[in-house]
Every structure is written in C-alpha cells, then in structure tokens.
C-alpha cells in the first residue's frame, strides 16, 4: 500500500506529467514489491499485507495545488485506487481503478482535515496487517464492499521515500524504501527488483532489529557485523529474484554500472565494493542456474 505522493516533495514540479510519471513508478514499485514478497513464501513467518493496489490521497497535498492533483489522478474525496496489479489479492477481491475508500477493517476513514492523509492511512496499513479486510468503497455513486484475503509471503512496504540521491534505499524490517532518483536509475524491473529484494533480504534476516535502516550503500551505523550481512543480503536477493521470475544475471552489470556512480561517495567500507558484488553475484547466478537446472525452487 503506498501513497507515493506523499513524497510530492520529490517530483520536481507538480504538473500533470510529473505527478502521472511519479503514480507510475510508484505502481511500478509495488508490483515487483509484491511479487518478491509473494515469492518468498516459506522463508519467513507472517503474510503479505501490500495487497496490489496503488492508492493516492488528494488531502495529502498542500490545498494550493491539491485540486490540479485530483484533476491529473482523477482522485475523488477519499483516497482513490489508481494501479491494481493483475492477480494480486485487490485484483481478485474486486477492486478497481477508480474506486474511492470508503471504509477498511471496519473502519471508517476520517474526513478531510489538515492531518486526514496520514490518519486515512494508519488506518489502512493497520487493518491490512491485521490478513483478510473488508473494504468499503464507493463507484459510480454506490457503495460497495469487498473482502480482501492476505496472501502468504515475508511482509514488507516497497515505497518512494523522500530521500534524494542513488543511494537512497532503505529497509527498516518492516518496509523498504527507495528515492524516485533509484526508480529513474533502474529502467529495467529486474535492476529495480535487484535494490528491492537487496532491502528486503535485510527485513526478512532481521538486520534491522534495534538498528538504525540499513541503506544499500554509504554511511551505515549498524555495527561491525555490516559488511557480512551486506554480502547476505547481496546473496539473498538473487533467490528472491530468481524465485519471483526476475533474472538475477543483471546483478553484475548493475553493480558495474551502480558503483562507479556512488563509489566516491562513501569510503566507511561498511558496503563491499562494487567489484566484489558483482564477482560474488557470478557465483551465485552459477548456483541459482544449477538449482533451477535440477528443478528446484532456488533456496538460499
Ligand atoms: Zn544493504
């Protein structure tokens, strides 16, 4: 579930093309978020709470320019879906582009007021964590409600933050988040894939725990241990990609093309370095091929 609009701070103006590019990065996101997620079943506890669907709010928006939002998103009063992914579990309870929320959980959603954006999705996030919701919804000036099921899978957000920069993703244990600079950087879905499921391997290991997020390059707090869970996560990443059906032989060309760009940017030697990313994805890749050569679901 994401309001990626939230980080209207970081579209670099807020005309109609910029903020339709930003809604479709951010659908973009939670596809490959949810079908990690969704591949990594039988890894760790716990369901999927991210149930496929884009969501934006116009009362996230400052009131000077919210009315130019809701005209380019074509968002009514309540949050409005404007992405559904195909078989995700919104797509088979029913939910459609257009419809406004209503209800969830039970819940009504609170009404317009300075602070309804974040209130409306507190709601949302803590009904959709809790498995099956049911979701109240208008369309076409009708109410409807539909039941939406959890699907198994390691739980995790995948959101644009408003951090700036290529080095901006994070994880927290609980999401993972990237800046629109990461999106634009990886216009491929398996290089995309490849910063998410490096973020996500972290939550589903349990780095973050008591830690400050773990980011996937640069500055990082977190303790001597770093480096190897670094190089965990790095490996990880690959089985989540392959086991989703993203190809994780772009790992090398991306920490090539990725580290050149960054590398003079940190000197902590928290992260590996680039080189020894790619050469240490090779190895891996070989493994991951040889497991799936056998018929295997690729286990890390
Ligand atoms: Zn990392």
Redesign the pocket.
């Given at each position: 579930m994401l309001f990626a609009l939230m980080l209207a701070a970081a579209a670099p103006t807020l005309d109609a093309a910029s903020l339709q590019a930003l809604a479709a990065a951010d659908s973009r996101l939670v596809t490959i978020g949810r079908r990690l997620a969704k591949a990594s079943a039988g890894l760790c506890a716990g369901t999927i709470s991210n149930p496929g669907w884009t969501i934006e709010d116009a009362e996230q928006f400052a009131p000077a320019v919210r009315d130019e939002v809701r005209a380019a998103l074509s968002l009514g009063d309540n949050p409005t879906i404007i992405a559904v992914e195909p078989d995700s579990a919104a797509a088979q309870a029913g939910v459609e582009v257009g419809d406004g929320l209503v209800a969830v959980g039970g819940q009504m959603l609170p009404a317009a007021s300075p602070d309804a954006s974040r209130k409306r999705q507190d709601v949302i996030e803590r009904a959709m964590a809790q498995g099956a919701a049911t979701v109240t919804v208008e369309r076409d000036g009708r109410s409807v409600t539909l039941r939406i099921m959890p699907e198994r899978g390691c739980a995790s957000e995948f959101l644009i933050g408003r951090g700036r920069g290529l080095r901006a993703a994070s994880s927290d244990g609980a999401r993972v988040t990237v800046s629109a600079e990461i999106v634009s950087f990886t216009p491929g879905d398996d290089d995309l894939a490849l910063v998410l499921a490096?973020?996500f391997a972290?939550n589903i290991l349990g780095h973050n725990k008591g830690h400050p997020p773990?980011?996937?390059a640069g500055e990082d707090r977190s303790g001597k241990r770093t480096r190897e869970r670094?190089r965990e996560?790095d490996r990880w990443a690959l089985y989540l990609m392959a086991r989703a059906g993203y190809d994780p032989a772009v790992a090398p060309g991306f920490w090539r093309r990725w580290g050149p760009k960054t590398d003079y940017l940190f000197s902590d030697g928290t992260?590996p370095g680039w080189r020894d990313r790619a050469a240490r994805a090779e190895a891996e890749i070989a493994r991951i091929k040889a497991q799936q050569a056998a018929g295997e679901v690729p286990l890390p």
């Open positions: 490096h973020e972290h773990q980011r996937i670094e996560a992260h």
